[in-house]
């Protein structure tokens, strides 16, 4: 009967060859069988979503890359473990194969603001100028005070579109800016645009007749417009 029996003693080489394996004459070479170990990847995504197909489980042998989170507002800036802030890939966890928590970590998108007349000019003539200080999505951030003015008009406050109503005052917080109003300009930066609003200002008329009539309606009021 041909049978070879091994044990802790048995000479076994890199590759799972037992070697030396000799009964009754015979020579006997076994290999190891190995089965892959896989880990599990959990995703706190931080109120974002993925890009793409996420992998939930790796193994050793696994090389798909991590895939990217968008977040409204944001800059998707990596993955990292639950409780640290040092991004990681794929090849990290390959080192160290064990089941993970990843967490999305997010850089709040900067903006400038430009200021728009819209139909009124600084002392200086000009017809737009732009915030002291970068503005931080989601971030409490200061308009500057108005420096436009218009003949016949006051100031009303600022809108995102040049026929808008006010949806902010004079130097009032715009942390709470629609991301879809942040516009890409040429240069890779984000602008927000703001129209001034203008409200026509009325002056009143006064008549002294000297004794007359009127002979046709008379008005009261005029403005720029009338």
Do not use: H
């Not at 802790?8 to 004459?25: A, F, W």
């Not at 040092?86 to 080192?95: F, K, Y």
């Not at 200021?115 to 503005?135: E, P, R």
């Amino acid at each position: 009967d041909r049978q070879s029996m091994i044990n802790d003693k048995d000479d076994i080489n890199d590759k799972g060859l037992i070697l030396n394996t000799v009964e009754n004459g015979y020579v006997v070479n076994l290999y190891a069988v190995w089965i892959i170990n896989e880990y599990s990847i959990n995703y706190d995504l931080v109120d974002g979503s993925f890009e793409g197909e996420p992998i939930f489980s790796y193994n050793v042998n696994t090389t798909d890359e991590l895939v990217t989170a968008t977040k409204n507002g944001y800059k998707f800036i990596g993955w990292s473990l639950k409780d640290t802030t040092d991004i990681v890939t794929i090849n990290d966890l390959v080192q160290n194969l064990e089941d993970v928590e990843l967490v999305a970590n997010w850089e709040a998108i900067q903006y400038n603001v430009v200021f728009n007349g819209n139909g009124g000019l600084t002392s200086d003539s000009l017809d737009t100028y732009g915030n002291t200080n970068k503005c931080e999505y989601n971030e409490e951030c200061l308009l500057d005070e108005n420096l436009f003015v218009r003949n016949g008009y006051e100031f009303g406050g600022w809108s995102t579109e040049i026929f808008g109503e006010v949806q902010y005052n004079d130097q009032s917080d715009v942390n709470s800016v629609d991301i879809y109003n942040l516009l890409l300009n040429e240069n890779d930066e984000y602008i927000l645009n703001l129209y001034a609003v203008w409200n026509v200002v009325d002056y009143s008329i006064t008549y002294e007749l000297n004794g007359g009539l009127f002979e046709s309606n008379r008005i009261e009021k005029y403005n720029v417009e009338t």
